[in-house]
């Protein structure tokens, strides 16, 4: 098949979170399954074209925009050397320092997702699978079903819509209509939404008008069905659950690979355990605390918000610290929570230590320096964090929901089972006993070392995530037929 992945982050190209290690593995995956996979991104001020080594494909292309057109220039790279990757040049919408937080941002990935499929017509490269990312690509669908539905070349292609994080849907005012070029279909009217005849869901539309959709994780595609998870949309989701499928993601094992990681300060596997210790020291001075091999260290790399379990931390952590650990922070987020956790690092300075940035060569030491790796979330729709912890020998505390769910198995001591420490209510003192669980084990080295063992042995490839896609991109292409003949 043929598979172009619209998407607006592709490491090493541009990174804001998880979404960029995933669509650059899974496209290298599916070519080594046969399929001829291919990214396109916005080319934002910060992709060096030299240090790409991007190159010229389409000098100018007009891209409609309301009544008038963007010119954009695309640009073309290698990922890897395998996989072809299309850059949309437009210096007036993406050379600003960030890639999301404008307010224009509808408007700016809506020309970005129209640029995405008129490049398609002078690239002489046709689709069969429109693979569209989080609401920055939802508009996607909706046209298949509108302003190309009478286009020929796109008559076999099939649309599935990917959902990260149902919370972040992409919502706007009828002005992205325009632009989008679909003001005359108005709103959607929904009998139990009542909102969304007033706003532009861009998430709510690639779900309505996908052949298929998708989401990170089995546990976190039941999720989403219920009022509980489902942001709202629950209701939409229930009516199209024939056509939504979870699948657990993979990561990239040569990228993250305590053997060859070059961040950190001793390399080691899972034959060679005890050389880690190294990098617990080294990431005790760096944060400067103190060193000591024996104190159990926790980890976190995380976006501090609510939904990833800060306000159960924020509460808790007082009272895990008085047991005489340590604890490692790196991650932005909400400002309540940076107050917060800056003052925790002020009372314990020997104690914990909280970096607030997004620094990926710090992360890579934490994975591999921190004992126990805390993921508390109210709810995780993806498992990426967590499959990185386990093969860098962190033992993950994680809460029972989303991908954590099918990812981190609560250690049984009397079958000797399991690879982490889980629990299960969205409770501080469920989450206390959880790490005074995982403390007490680590004193039995022997026990802890048959933990590290289970997760490191794992199998966290991409090659059973992309042919369970490939089954996926089959049944879009059917749903499609069917509603075409």
Known sequence: MKILMICTEASPFAKAGGLADVTGPLAKALRRLGHDARLVIPRYGFIDPEHFGLTLAIESLDVPYEETTHTVRIMEAR?????????????????????????????????????????????????????????????????????????????STAALFTIHDLQDQG???????????????????????????RVVDLTARGIIFADAITTISERYAQE????????????????????????????????????????????????????????????????????????????????????????????????????????????????HYHEIFTRVARSYPQQAAVFLTFNADLAQKVYAGSDIFLMPCRAKPGGVSPMIAMRYGAVPVARETG???????????????GNGFVFKEYDRWALFAAVVRAIETYRYKDIWRAIQVAGMSADYSWEHSAQKYVEVYQKALAFKKETTT
């Open 79 to 155: 990922l890897d050397g395998q996989v072809p990757v299309y850059f949309v040049d437009c210096a007036k919408l993406f050379h600003r320092e960030d890639i999301y937080g404008y307010a224009d941002d509808g408007e700016r990935f809506v020309c970005f997702s129209r640029a995405a499929i008129e490049m398609l017509k002078h690239i002489h490269w046709q689709p069969d699978i429109l693979h569209c990312y989080d609401w920055h690509t939802g508009i996607i669908p909706n046209w298949l079903k509108t302003l190309y539905k009478g286009d020929r070349a796109f008559a």
């Open 171 to 197: 919502i706007f005012g009828w002005r992205v209509l325009q632009v989008a070029g679909v003001a005359q279909h108005g709103f959607i009217y929904h009998p139990q939404i009542s909102e969304l005849d």
């Open 224 to 335: 989403i069905l219920t009022p509980e998870y489902g942001e709202k949309l629950d209701p939409l989701l229930r009516e199209r659950q024939d056509r939504l499928f979870g699948i657990t993601n993979g990561i990239d094992q040569d990228v993250f690979n305590p053997a060859s990681d070059p961040h950190i300060a001793r390399l080691y596997d899972v034959s060679t355990l005890s050389w880690r210790i190294v990098n617990k020291t080294a990431l005790q001075r760096e944060a400067h605390l103190r060193v000591d091999e024996t104190v159990p260290l926790i980890g976190m790399v995380s976006r501090l918000a609510a939904h990833r379990g800060f306000d159960l931390l924020a509460e808790t952590i007082d009272h895990i610290l008085r047991q005489g650990i340590q604890f490692v922070l790196v991650g932005t987020g909400d400002q």
């Open 403 to 417: 991908a954590l769910a099918d990812l981190v198995k609560d250690w049984d001591p009397a079958t000797r089972t």
